[in-house]
């Protein structure tokens, strides 16, 4: 998968276009992405690789931000997607396949007795801490703290964010993570007035390395939960379905009251889940929370297929032990050329970072990868596939073996710790 005479003359040109028309040109978490030297625009996509506007191809290992799962343009996802669109898409009434939908997901979800539906994560999310304040009549939502759970006003942290307002966060405590003295610290300072914790099931923020659960986290945090009436949302947009198809609580050992789900669960169609426990299910019928494109049918149809594909093929499993390979693969190449590279979160959601040299060091990198056909990014964590294949590896390793020959010796960029 060489790229012969790497350029990007096409993106550069669509994308000095777009700035005419698009504010930033690209905009959203996409713009975040965009590398001088890197590709803007795509022109097609198969399995686990994309084709950029230039013809330029790649292994895509952020995997859209995580709704690619099993391959792009997957036959059988497809397939049902075409189905269901002959036979209507957005229509006055809500489709059957709504309820095959649920029913799959409350099947397949240990945690869930019931399922509803919206477009994004962040709806799911939204319609969690709703439903948890119409439970629990409390206002206050414990988070971690950097936690992203959408673009919602109160989810979002930190002085420099314009359009939000200072008291749209008034009723939230942002704790750290991994930390059980804070969340019971916050319980304490705020004595039953707390509606609910939301949190992913492993911290995995940007710019940072990833975090899995100390031992006994969930555990105590469970405890707490049930002790003070507070529900225990588990944010499942991102790593939903890359750890375990059961819920990823299931692979720490709890059982949280709602858990949220978006991204992967139709591999690319736009639908997000809310799954819940019966205890919140009148609480989930009283809350207002609805779009005009919440009952399109074709990504509920979607969705289905691509759940019980998942189930077929042991996807959190493949994905795992493929995320393993090309983890120690890295590592290994990194080593060879004189670098460390750390590997954090978990194996199907890898974080990466260069120790011991700037974070420029790192991008430089990163940007040398992607010109050989390598879709990565310097801040977030990535996400395989199911349609990555050991040649994938082998073309990964490949060129992030020359992505460090160009960077030359590792001595010249080392700092004391990054
Ligand atoms: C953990 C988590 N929660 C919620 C969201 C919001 O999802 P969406 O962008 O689909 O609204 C995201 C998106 O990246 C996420 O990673």
């Given at each position: 998968?060489?790229?012969?005479?790497?350029?990007?003359?096409?993106?550069?040109?669509?994308?000095?276009?777009?700035?005419?028309?698009?504010?930033?040109?690209?905009?959203?978490?996409?713009?975040?992405?965009?590398?001088?030297?890197?590709?803007?625009?795509?022109?097609?996509?198969?399995?686990?690789?994309?084709?950029?506007?230039?013809?330029?191809?790649?292994?895509?290992?952020?995997?859209?931000?995580?709704?690619?799962?099993?391959?792009?343009?997957?036959?059988?996802?497809?397939?049902?997607?075409?189905?269901?669109?002959?036979?209507?898409?957005?229509?006055?009434?809500?489709?059957?396949?709504?309820?095959?939908?649920?029913?799959?997901?409350?099947?397949?979800?240990?945690?869930?007795?019931?399922?509803?539906?919206?477009?994004?994560?962040?709806?799911?999310?939204?319609?969690?801490?709703?439903?948890a304040?119409?439970?629990?009549?409390?206002?206050k939502v414990i988070k971690i703290r950097?936690g992203?759970?959408?673009?919602?006003?109160?989810?979002?942290?930190?002085?420099?964010?314009?359009?939000?307002?200072?008291?749209?966060?008034?009723h939230v405590l942002a704790i750290?993570?991994?930390?059980?003295?804070a969340f019971?610290a916050a319980i304490?300072a705020h004595?039953?007035e707390i509606a609910c914790f939301i949190s992913?099931?492993?911290?995995?923020?940007?710019?940072?390395?990833?975090?899995?659960?100390?031992?006994?986290?969930?555990?105590?945090i469970?405890?707490l939960c049930?002790?003070h009436?507070i529900v225990l949302i588990?944010?499942?947009?991102?790593?939903?379905?890359?750890?375990?198809?059961?819920?990823?609580?299931?692979?720490?050992?709890?059982?949280?009251?709602?858990?949220?789900?978006?991204?992967?669960?139709?591999?690319?169609?736009?639908?997000?889940?809310?799954?819940?426990?019966?205890?919140?299910?009148?609480?989930?019928?009283?809350?207002?929370?609805?779009?005009?494109?919440?009952?399109?049918?074709?990504?509920?149809?979607?969705?289905?297929?691509?759940?019980?594909?998942?189930?077929?093929?042991?996807?959190?499993?493949?994905?795992?032990?493929?995320?393993?390979?090309?983890?120690?693969?890295?590592?290994?190449?990194?080593?060879?050329?004189?670098?460390?590279?750390?590997?954090?979160?978990?194996?199907?959601?890898?974080?990466?970072?260069?120790?011991?040299?700037?974070?420029?060091?790192?991008?430089?990198?990163?940007?040398?990868?992607?010109?050989?056909?390598?879709?990565?990014?310097?801040?977030?964590?990535?996400?395989?596939?199911?349609?990555?294949?050991?040649?994938?590896?082998?073309?990964?390793?490949?060129?992030?073996?020359?992505?460090?020959?160009?960077?030359?010796?590792?001595?010249?960029?080392?700092?004391?710790?990054?």
């Open positions: 998968m060489k790229q012969k005479n790497y350029n990007i003359t096409e993106s550069q040109s669509l994308f000095n276009k777009a700035k005419e028309v698009i504010p930033g040109g690209i905009f959203g978490h996409y713009k975040y992405s965009v590398r001088d030297s890197g590709p803007k625009f795509f022109s097609r996509a198969k399995d686990a690789h994309f084709w950029d506007v230039d013809d330029n191809e790649y292994v895509d290992l952020i995997c859209a931000y995580g709704p690619m799962i099993l391959g792009y343009n997957h036959p059988l996802i497809d397939q049902a997607a075409r189905t269901q669109y002959d036979l209507g898409n957005t229509v006055s009434l809500a489709s059957p396949v709504m309820i095959e939908l649920a029913e799959t997901l409350v099947d397949m979800v240990s945690a869930a007795d019931w399922a509803l539906f919206g477009k994004n994560g962040g709806d799911s999310t939204t319609l969690a801490v709703m439903i304040r119409a439970a629990t009549g409390r206002e950097d992203y759970h959408g673009v919602t006003a109160w989810m979002q942290e930190g002085d420099d964010r314009p359009g939000i307002l200072p008291s749209d966060g008034d750290d993570w991994n930390d059980v003295n019971e304490a004595a039953d992913t099931p492993y911290d995995h923020p940007v710019f940072r390395d990833n975090s899995l659960p100390a031992d006994g986290y969930w555990n105590q469970e405890t049930r002790k009436d588990v944010d499942d947009v991102r790593a939903g379905f890359r750890i375990n198809l059961s819920g990823s609580n299931v692979a720490y050992g709890f059982t949280p009251d709602l858990i949220c789900f978006g991204k992967a669960m139709a591999n690319g169609y736009p639908i997000s889940a809310l799954v819940g426990s019966d205890a919140l299910k009148q609480a989930a019928e009283d809350v207002y929370y609805t779009g005009t494109q919440f009952f399109n049918a074709v990504p509920m149809a979607a969705a289905k297929a691509t759940l019980l594909e998942l189930q077929r093929v042991d996807a959190a499993k493949q994905m795992t032990e493929f995320g393993n390979k090309l983890n120690e693969g890295l590592v290994k190449v990194a080593n060879a050329h004189g670098y460390d590279l750390v590997v954090s979160g978990i194996p199907a959601m890898p974080y990466y970072r260069l120790h011991n040299v700037e974070r420029k060091t790192h991008f430089a990198w990163i940007d040398e990868c992607v010109k050989r056909g390598v879709y990565m990014v310097g801040y977030h964590n990535h996400f395989v596939s199911t349609a990555h294949t050991e040649k994938d590896i082998i073309n990964i390793c490949d060129a992030a073996a020359e992505a460090f020959s160009v960077l030359g010796s590792a001595d010249q960029y080392r700092i004391e710790s990054s």
